[in-house]
């Protein structure tokens, strides 16, 4: 019987197609800051950070713009830190869930006073599109103290802070602050320097690495 060696050519790039198609690389931890929220006339401020744990698409899988990040785990962690004695306190932090899976959020929506603040989870559910019809949002209350409870809403009088570069009529504690990378950074005068203050680690978490405001 004779062979189409077309047809067999053709079967074996098939099967190396299929091979490579759905292939992904190791875990790998990921942290982002997503926000930094000064409290009051103070050098204190709330960081909330992202972190995953991801696998990247290989091989033709990653075409034509680079494939589908696969993410294994997801969370976020809200930080308290104080710029002049360099401290962090970690005040909570919660898994995502599936309904808030895909294009995972979480921003502080608010503070009432320098005591309480509120937390928005938002994303869409795991394996799925994402797109305003089907986003899901989740609302905590989280207080300074490290207290953290689900709620319906964010309260309708609670706004976030204005934030400017210039100081503020009355401002005694000048702080203004920024990211570069990995590292938390903080400006203690009008046009002076940043200086560094704390870094971040893959898992997410922060340590003192500068110095605070000059004396």
Not at 2 to 16: C, N, Q, T, Y
Not at 45 to 55: C, E, G, K, P, S
Not at 64 to 69: A, C, E, S, Y
Not at 77 to 102: F, K, S
Request: glycine residues 10%; hydrophobic residues 35%; positive net charge.
């Amino acid at each position: 019987m004779l062979r189409d060696p077309g047809r067999s050519i053709g079967r074996a790039f098939v099967g190396a197609l299929l091979a490579t198609a759905c292939t992904y690389g190791p875990e790998e931890p990921r942290a982002d800051v997503i926000q930094i929220l000064p409290v009051g006339d103070s050098y204190r401020a709330l960081v909330t950070i992202r972190h995953d744990v991801v696998r990247r698409p290989t091989g033709v899988n990653t075409f034509p713009d680079g494939g589908r990040w696969r993410y294994t785990a997801r969370r976020w962690v809200v930080y308290l830190i104080d710029a002049e004695r360099l401290d962090v306190t970690r005040l909570a932090g919660e898994p995502a869930d599936d309904a808030v899976w895909e294009s995972f959020e979480a921003r502080l929506a608010g503070l009432e006073g320098d005591t309480v603040t509120w937390v928005r989870v938002t994303g869409c559910p795991k394996d799925g599109e994402c797109y305003p019809p089907l986003r899901r949002v989740a609302v905590y209350r989280l207080s300074l103290s490290g207290q953290l409870e689900r709620v319906a809403a964010v309260p309708a009088h609670v706004r976030l802070p204005g934030q400017m570069a210039a100081r503020r009529p009355g401002e005694r504690n000048y702080v203004r602050y920024g990211t570069e990378r990995d590292t938390i950074t903080a400006r203690f005068e009008e046009g002076g320097p940043l200086r560094p203050l704390f870094t971040m680690g893959s898992d997410g978490s922060l340590a003192p690495v500068g110095a605070g405001p000059p004396p």
